[in-house]
């Protein structure tokens, strides 16, 4: 089964290590993507976080794609309710003109963070309440391909630059809300089955069954996000994932740690019986160990869903060992570039 892989990046930080070596660390991985033959690099916006550094997508994608040249490159995603839909229109209107023919746009509603720090991202008195987010979606596609309709309050107001194409458009989530508004809209839509796996077929049939075609698209458009680990042997890949469960495990507690733990602290950590669970829980929501291992994992995955493309999220404390886990991935499963 041939399937199509690209990543999705949130710049992990790791307990030690500062947020530039965080970001560094994606230019780096995003360029080794590029080789082994990915077909995108998404990257993620999480806000007030210790132990993600990627806050601003728009501000990453460019730095990603002039140190590339055939990946698409875009955002996973952008957290539309924080913001205006212009700005964010002509933001990727700027991505779209700089880099033709490789910017993807993808939006997600979720706040990316805490209540609080989403209260702090609201764009003053006049903030949109969640409930508003189709209406911004709506606004922010219009105002890119300069068709606000002439009843709107801003008509003709356009995004620019303008020019002869646009950003890919999805829309991002993980139950059946977000793939229902995704289908009504005739847009491409992405899964987060590392979010939320329990019943992600069903979820994505029910996008495919409601689709619309639009200006868009004609026929629907689906990929899945799936956590992954791979390494040379499954107890190498088990022994590298202690340290995100152990990450996990303490957000859960309300104990979030100060990075991603390293591997050694993550051992010998004497673990109760109910930490325990849900280590084992965590282990099993993401496909880690040997590349044939890891390789049959997705290719699971990816027939459950009937999809072509998965996007990989690998999250570890040493960066050598996430680069190592995409290498890996990309010889077992024959990815190539052109």
Request: charged content about 20%.
């Given at each position: 089964?041939?399937i199509?892989?690209?990543?999705?990046?949130?710049?992990?930080?790791?307990?030690?290590?500062?947020?530039?070596?965080?970001?560094?660390?994606t230019?780096?991985?995003?360029?080794?993507?590029?080789?082994?033959?990915?077909?995108?690099?998404?990257?993620?916006?999480?806000?007030?976080?210790?132990?993600?550094?990627?806050?601003?997508?728009?501000?990453?994608?460019?730095?990603?794609?002039?140190?590339?040249?055939?990946?698409?490159?875009?955002?996973?995603?952008?957290?539309?309710?924080?913001?205006?839909?212009?700005?964010?229109?002509e933001?990727?209107?700027?991505?779209?003109t700089?880099?033709?023919?490789?910017?993807?746009?993808?939006?997600?509603?979720?706040?990316?963070?805490?209540?609080?720090?989403?209260?702090?991202?609201?764009?003053?008195?006049?903030?949109?309440?969640?409930?508003?987010?189709?209406?911004?979606?709506?606004?922010?596609?219009?105002?890119?391909?300069?068709?606000?309709?002439?009843?709107?309050?801003?008509?003709?107001?356009?995004?620019?630059?303008?020019?002869?194409?646009?950003?890919?458009?999805?829309?991002?989530?993980?139950?059946?809300?977000?793939?229902?508004?995704?289908a009504?809209?005739?847009?491409?839509?992405?899964?987060?089955?590392?979010?939320?796996?329990?019943?992600?077929?069903?979820?994505?049939?029910?996008?495919?069954?409601?689709?619309?075609?639009?200006?868009?698209?004609?026929?629907?458009?689906?990929?899945?996000?799936?956590?992954?680990?791979?390494?040379?042997?499954?107890?190498?890949?088990?022994?590298?994932?202690?340290?995100?469960?152990?990450?996990?495990?303490r957000?859960?507690?309300?104990?979030?740690?100060?990075?991603?733990?390293?591997?050694?602290?993550?051992?010998?950590?004497?673990?109760?019986?109910?930490?325990?669970?849900?280590?084992?829980?965590?282990?099993?929501?993401?496909?880690?160990?040997?590349?044939?291992?890891?390789?049959?994992?997705l290719?699971?995955?990816?027939?459950?869903?009937?999809?072509?493309?998965?996007?990989?999220?690998?999250?570890?404390?040493?960066?050598?060992?996430?680069?190592?886990?995409?290498?890996?991935?990309?010889?077992?499963?024959?990815?190539?570039?052109?």
């Open positions: 089964m041939t199509r892989l690209g990543i999705v990046d949130q710049s992990p930080m790791r307990t030690g290590g500062t947020p530039r070596e965080a970001l560094l660390a230019l780096a991985l995003a360029q080794a993507a590029d080789r082994l033959g990915y077909c995108r690099y998404w990257l993620a916006e999480h806000h007030n976080s210790r132990t993600q550094a990627s806050a601003s997508p728009e501000i990453l994608i460019p730095m990603i794609a002039a140190n590339t040249s055939q990946i698409r490159v875009g955002s996973g995603g952008v957290m539309l309710t924080h913001y205006s839909a212009l700005k964010v229109g933001q990727f209107r700027m991505l779209e700089l880099f033709p023919g490789r910017i993807d746009m993808g939006l997600g509603r979720a706040p990316g963070s805490d209540g609080l720090t989403a209260a702090a991202l609201q764009h003053g008195p006049g903030a949109l309440p969640l409930d508003a987010y189709p209406d911004q979606v709506a606004d922010l596609l219009d105002f890119m391909a300069d068709t606000i309709p002439d009843t709107h309050r801003f008509r003709g107001v356009r995004a620019i630059p303008s020019g002869d194409s646009m950003p890919a458009p999805w829309l991002l989530g993980s139950a059946y809300d977000s793939a229902r508004f995704a009504e809209q005739g847009l491409a839509f992405s899964f987060a089955h590392f979010i939320s796996p329990d019943g992600g077929p069903k979820v994505v049939q029910a996008y495919r069954d409601h689709f619309r075609p639009s200006r868009f698209l004609d026929a629907p458009l689906v990929n899945v996000g799936v956590s992954a680990l791979c390494a040379e042997t499954d107890e190498e890949a088990h022994r590298i994932g202690m340290s995100r469960h152990l990450m996990r495990l957000r859960a507690e309300g104990r979030s740690t100060a990075g991603v733990p390293s591997i050694e602290y993550a051992l010998a950590v004497e673990f109760t019986a109910p930490e325990q669970d849900y280590i084992r829980y965590q282990q099993s929501l993401a496909i880690e160990g040997n590349p044939d291992r890891v390789r049959a994992g290719e699971e995955i990816a027939e459950s869903y009937s999809v072509g493309e998965l996007l990989v999220i690998t999250i570890t404390h040493d960066y050598a060992h996430r680069l190592r886990s995409y290498e890996l991935l990309a010889q077992a499963c024959g990815l190539t570039r052109d």
